[in-house]
């Protein structure tokens, strides 16, 4: 009955979020209404009506201000205690646990550690305490115990923590049937050209991506160097690596070019002498590709002198997802990602003196997952 209400957002984005999200938001306007003198319909017009004013106000930022006019952030975020007032709601015990727990997480946490551990110290030492001399039998045997028993306070704690807080997703927009223009987004691989075959690989590789995540806003790059080198590299550090791999790129585009999928890029930088290590090489190797990379996106500066396929594609991508050279891309987990760090809870909001991120994510981490093949290369990866 309520979720009509919900979808009149200001902003917009109930509606264009997946179902996951909606059921989010859908399960805390009945957890207000249960706790509240309150019914459902009336809790969602109360979040509505706190978004709506939102709107109206002036603010620095329109992320902000985005933020603000978006009923998840009175249902969810920060703006959960006004919209509780206004509805009278009445929190149970464990909820007010949790809050406080959120409200001193440092102090929970810390103090946490070092009491469970004074504790199983004082347990063990105890009883010896007739027995033995302070000095020095008890006092080596404390400074023993103190590291181990540490640990195991710390993994009590992280155990206790994750028992009275169930995981929460974080919200996202439902972009798997198209990524938005403005969300578009470029799948970077930084890697070395080490052989014809490794070079081959890179690109098959690139391709399973492409067909397991087809969109026309998402496209897919390799960032290349050269290995190391001792001597100086030729003139304009030409290889046969590069010829290669440029081709196999430009045969790729030609081969989805009518499909309305993303396009596909390589973007190769020249070695240069670090002189601490004494060898020609790639700045900063996969950092630097990356760093490199966002200043050519923002037109910084442009450290890719060999550059091939979908170059027009540059100027309008918005993310980039950075994958290691051997990490699947399982279907729909890119429209996923977008999804999440587009949304307006997720934007990042930068304080412009500081100029870091206050709210929001700048970068966001997926869950890693291990396939049953690279869990079977090593005994390492088994385990």
């Known amino acids: 009955a309520f979720d009509a209400v919900l979808r009149q957002d200001p902003t917009g984005t109930y509606a264009a979020m997946d179902f996951e999200t909606r059921e989010v938001y859908r399960k805390r306007v009945a957890l207000l209404a249960r706790h509240s003198d309150l019914t459902e319909v009336q809790v969602a017009e109360g979040a509505l009506e706190l978004a709506r004013r939102a709107a109206h106000r002036d603010y620095p930022d329109t992320r902000i201000r985005q933020r603000s006019s978006h009923i998840g952030y009175y249902l969810i975020s920060h703006g959960f205690k006004v919209l509780a007032d206004r509805v009278n709601f009445h929190a149970p015990l464990s909820y007010r646990i949790r809050s406080f727990i959120r409200t001193n997480a440092d102090d929970f946490y810390i103090t946490g550690i070092e009491l469970v551990t004074i504790f199983f110290i004082a347990v063990a030492l105890f009883p010896l305490l007739p027995s033995y001399p302070v000095f020095p039998k008890l006092a080596i045997t404390f400074l023993l115990m103190i590291m181990p028993v540490m640990q195991c306070a710390v993994e009590l704690m992280n155990n206790s923590i994750t028992a009275i807080f169930d995981p929460e997703p974080l919200p996202k927009l439902d972009f798997l049937r198209k990524i938005p223009q403005d969300c578009a987004t470029m799948v970077a691989v930084p890697t070395l050209l080490l052989n014809e075959k490794q070079v081959r690989e890179l690109v098959d590789d690139l391709e399973v991506r492409f067909l397991a995540n087809r969109d026309p806003n998402l496209h897919f790059a390799l960032l290349t160097d050269l290995p190391d080198s001792v001597s100086k590299p030729h003139d304009k550090d030409s290889n046969p690596l590069v010829d290669l791999a440029i081709r196999l790129i430009d045969g790729l585009n030609a081969r989805y070019a009518s499909t309305g999928g993303g396009g596909f890029l390589f973007l190769h930088r020249h070695r ?44 309008n991508v918005r993310y980039i997802l950075t994958l290691d050279s051997d990490t699947q891309l399982p279907r729909g987990s890119a429209s996923r990602l977008v999804g999440t760090i587009a949304h307006p809870l997720n934007q990042a909001i930068i304080d412009p003196h500081l100029r870091i991120v206050v709210e929001g994510y700048g970068i966001l981490q997926p869950r890693v997952g291990v396939s049953v093949s690279s869990a079977s290369r090593s005994r390492l990866a088994a385990l």
């Open 272 to 315: 240069i002498f670090n002189v601490r290590q004494g060898v020609w090489m790639g700045w900063e190797r996969k950092r630097g590709k990356l760093l490199d990379l966002n200043k050519l996106l923002v037109g910084e500066y442009d450290a890719f002198p060999i550059k091939a396929g979908r170059l027009d594609v540059l100027h």
